[in-house]
Nanobody, 126 residues
Framework: VQLQASGGGLVQPGGSLRVSCVVS????????MGWFRQAPGKEREFVSA????????IYSLSVKGRFTISRDNAQNTVSLQMNSLKPEDTAVYYC????????????????????WGQGTQVTVSS
C-alpha cells in the first residue's frame, strides 16, 4: 500500500488550503484514514481521522472547527480542507492508513497506522 500526499504550499494567516492523499495498492474502503503533522523540533501529532465508511470523524482540539476531513472511497483518496489557517499550523502533513477492521472506527494513535505517505509541507506565513 502506497500513499501519496499533495496540495501543500505557502498560505497567509487566515487563508485556506486543501491537502489530499491518493492511495494505491489496495482499496481504502477497508482502512480508517488519518492526518498527522510534524512541525520543526516537535513530535508528530494527530490532526484528524475518518472511519472506513466515512461516517465517523475525529479532530484534535487545535484544529476542530477549522479543518474538515473527507474521503472518496471510489477514488481511493482522502482530503483535509484547512480553513482559518494559523502560523502554528505550519508543519509537514502526513496521511496514514489504519487497517482498523471496523467500518465506523477511527483512531488517534499514530502507532495504530500501518502505512504512511511521504508528507507535504504546509507553511502559514505573511
Amino acid at each position: 500500500v502506497q500513499l501519496q500526499a499533495s496540495g501543500g504550499g505557502l498560505v497567509q494567516p487566515g487563508g485556506s488550503l486543501r491537502v489530499s492523499c491518493v492511495v494505491s495498492g489496495d482499496a481504502i474502503s477497508g482502512y480508517a484514514m488519518g492526518w498527522f503533522r510534524q512541525a520543526p523540533g516537535k513530535e508528530r501529532e494527530f490532526v484528524s481521522a475518518i472511519s472506513p465508511d466515512g461516517s465517523y470523524t475525529i479532530y484534535s482540539l487545535s484544529v476542530k472547527g477549522r479543518f474538515t476531513i473527507s474521503r472518496d472511497n471510489a477514488q481511493n483518496t482522502v482530503s483535509l480542507q484547512m480553513n482559518s489557517l494559523k502560523p502554528e499550523d505550519t508543519a509537514v502533513y502526513y496521511c496514514a492508513a489504519d487497517a482498523v477492521g471496523y467500518p465506523i472506527v477511527a483512531r488517534r494513535s499514530s502507532g495504530e497506522y500501518e502505512y504512511w505517505g511521504q508528507g507535504t509541507q504546509v507553511t502559514v506565513s505573511s
